[in-house]
């Protein structure tokens, strides 16, 4: 079947804006192929530095011919409105269908050429595309991320014919800017024959190629001069990003920076000049070298372009060197301390003084709960944000933390303190690792906990898509930091005390400003809620952040749900409970026993609808059980309530699961053979008591009402 193939070409992409751009192209046009009824066996995204192309295989010619039906007008509605209804379905009224006393009109649409659909689709993409920033050129009114130059579209190698803005499509495209020796503009066919001559003008088109060759190259100049190339993922895709053929240069670096910190180096080369940090395998440091990726292939082998960055490289390692020793100077934290004070971290939230000092007493509480020294916590959570007021911070914001923790070995602080300054901000994602000292996993703790509540309170939580305060991420990084540890937190307590404080500093500086102001003091804090709400929401939000985590290891989100309805608040106790019930339910006696539960619950339910008030939960008599099978399930559900507590109590949940277990047979025979609603209206209570204490027993280990399935 025909190939559609489409190449917005431009000037330069911003690295960090393509893959992104990739995404949205591939959703916009299967949305709008979607809505045509047009089908299509794949679908692929290609984005580079200058261009963004996509290429489906398995279009159809042409739309099947199509029938579709409109709901009009009921019958007896005025005349304006079936008139209305006649012009926008070009038919009489004799013409119309009625159903039900509603008016329907049965429209038959002749199938169109595809190319004609995608001359609008393309139209309709390029003028509606989202880029974060965009910009118009010329006297023209398109606006694109930067000066579009060409559209190739192709379907079953023919041109299809549009413009957009007065930019024709055609099927003419351009190679590497520089290289090679005819630069003019060509045409191609399709994609196999658009991929190979790009190659052979030099253009790696995948991005996911351009990367790997890339790094290939890369680690190979390094092992053939006995070095390691430092890798860095981020900077390896923002690289790719900003050349079409990557060549690999090895520079020469003074050695004389090498006493300064290993992470100023690699932020000084990855920041500022894009440049990968090499290593010594013999001694595991960073070895005098860095290493360039250019996107020509020097004539000169490189000499030019290594000796001007090796230059660069020099001047900014140079003011790295100059802010490192201004810092040292200072000698001590005292004049850092003092300038947080002028340092606002958030209008509603006071100053970032104001914040270290509730860190600092949430620490203090926090140590106490994971075995840490409570002073050696409080310490370090008072000078985690002092670096915020160093030169070498400001220059590299990110930086903060890691040289907190190299300060403070300078000034002859603890090695436990200054762990905690350079580790209290991770994990920052995903692939970072999660502190394990003591005092560190307070510190840590205490900061991700005060950020959150503190925006709770102003009503600043996350929406949709936007989290401008990294919420989700901080709520995501103390779960880490919980379940890696094991740390058997009350995250109810921390809280609470963690609210009071916030509160606390909140209505302090109110007051302050009403007296500035010559007024009274009025209740109007600008704080969201009581306190109360407040942890519940903070709950159930780490709930969702749990979710996640969870899903992205193969856990089911309602199985969550189902043991955070449980009121527990240790998320440890509450992962190794999913985990145990998640296998669980994939068991068939799992599986059975789940469906029992729920039967059990439907039928109470319905008795409650026609008895209100009614419920259920008292203890079945067993001397009124008259059929085996009941008294079987009696028996059945006393031996398991009797040892399910015990396990329960002592965090056996596996065991747990294997008492729940025992109950799958008698209730499947329960069912099969044993009327509930007996004619009898004591026998049908005690019988609906029964089903009653399945879901007590159930409930012991989750709220089975939120489990699917």
């Known amino acids: 079947m025909p190939q559609l193939l489409l190449e917005l070409f431009s000037e330069e992409i911003p690295a960090r804006m393509q893959a992104g751009a990739a995404r949205d192209l591939e959703r ?14 794949s679908l692929t995204t290609h984005v580079g530095p200058r261009r963004l192309a996509l290429v489906i295989e398995g279009l159809p010619a042409g739309q ?30 004799d013409q119309l269908v009625e159903r039900d006393g509603v008016y329907y009109a049965n429209l038959s649409r002749n199938g169109r050429p595809t190319p004609e659909i995608v001359a609008e689709m393309v139209d309709a993409v390029v003028r509606g595309f989202p880029w974060p920033k965009s910009m118009r050129w010329g006297s023209g009114t398109l606006r694109w991320v930067r000066p579009l130059k060409r559209i190739l579209c192709l379907f079953d190698g023919a041109v299809v014919p549009f413009d957009v803005d007065g930019i024709e499509s055609g099927n003419v495209t351009e190679g590497h800017r520089f290289m090679g020796s005819d630069h003019a503009p060509f045409a191609v066919k399709d994609f196999a024959d658009y991929r190979a001559k790009l190659a052979a003008h030099f253009v790696e088109i995948d991005a996911a190629a351009r990367r790997a060759a890339l790094l290939s190259k890369a680690r190979e100049l390094c092992k053939a001069e006995g070095l390691e190339l430092v890798e860095d993922e981020g900077l390896a895709d923002e690289v790719a990003g900003l050349v079409e053929h990557p060549v690999p240069l090895l520079g020469d670096m003074d050695p004389a920076f090498l006493d300064l910190p290993a992470e100023v180096i690699r932020t000084s080369m990855r920041t500022h000049q894009k440049y990968f940090a090499v290593r010594d395998p013999k001694t595991g440091g960073l070895a005098p070298r860095f290493l360039v990726v250019a996107n020509v292939a020097p004539k000169d082998g490189g000499a030019l372009v290594k000796a001007g960055n090796a230059k660069v490289l020099s001047a900014r390692l140079s003011d790295a060197r100059f802010f490192w020793d201004e810092d040292r100077r200072e000698g001590n934290f005292a004049k850092w301390l003092e300038k947080l004070q002028g340092v606002t971290f958030h209008a509603k939230l006071g100053t970032m003084y104001q914040r270290v000092e509730r860190i600092t007493a949430l620490a203090r509480e926090i140590a106490d709960l994971v075995g840490a020294d409570p002073e050696m916590a409080a310490e370090a959570a008072k000078l985690s944000k002092i670096d915020l007021a160093s030169g070498m911070v400001g220059e590299f914001p990110e930086l903060q933390g890691i040289m907190g923790g190299y300060y403070a070995r300078e000034f002859g602080l603890e090695p436990q303190i200054a762990d905690a300054i350079r580790d209290h901000y991770k994990p920052q994602g995903p692939g970072d690792s999660v502190p394990t000292a003591k005092v560190s996993i307070a510190v840590a703790l205490a900061d991700k906990l005060d950020t959150l509540v503190g925006f709770f309170a102003i009503d600043e939580k996350p929406t949709g898509s936007k989290d401008p305060y990294a919420l989700r991420r901080a709520a995501l990084g103390a779960i880490r930091v919980l379940i890696v540890n094991a740390v058997r937190l009350p995250l109810i307590d921390v809280f609470s005390t963690a609210v009071d404080q916030v509160d606390a500093q909140i209505d302090a500086r109110e007051i302050a400003r009403k007296k500035a102001a010559g007024g009274d003091f009025v209740h109007a804090r600008g704080i969201v809620g009581d306190g109360k709400s407040r942890q519940r929401d903070l709950l159930a939000f780490f709930a969702d952040r749990l979710k996640v985590l969870l899903r992205d290891e193969g856990k089911r989100h309602d199985l969550v749900d189902a043991v955070f309805a449980l009121g527990d608040d240790d998320l440890v106790r509450i992962v190794a409970r999913v985990e145990a019930l998640d ?26 609808k026609k008895n209100p008030g009614e419920a259920y939960d008292g203890e079945p008599a067993a001397a009124a059980f008259s059929a085996p099978e009941e008294k079987a399930l009696g028996a059945a559900l006393d031996k398991a309530l009797a040892t399910l507590e015990p396990q329960l109590g002592s965090e056996d949940f596996a065991g747990a699961m294997t008492s729940l277990a025992t109950l799958r047979a008698p209730v499947d025979a329960f069912f099969e053979h044993v009327l509930v609603n007996d004619p009898d209206a004591q026998v049908r209570l005690n019988r609906l008591r029964l089903l009653s204490k399945i879901g007590q027993a159930a409930g012991r280990v989750a709220d089975f009402s939120l489990i699917s399935g």
């Open 28 to 41: 916009m046009v299967r949305e709008r192929l979607g809505a045509a009824d047009l089908t299509f066996d």
């Open 583 to 608: 296998g669980f339910l994939k068991s068939d006696d799992g599986a059975n026993l789940l469906a029992g539960v729920k039967r059990a619950t439907n039928i109470l339910k319905a008795e409650q």
């Open 64 to 93: 099947a011919n199509r029938t579709e039906e409109l709901k009009g007008p009921r019958v007896g509605a005025p005349p304006q409105a079936m008139e209305g209804f006649l012009k926008k379905a070009g038919l009489t009224q």
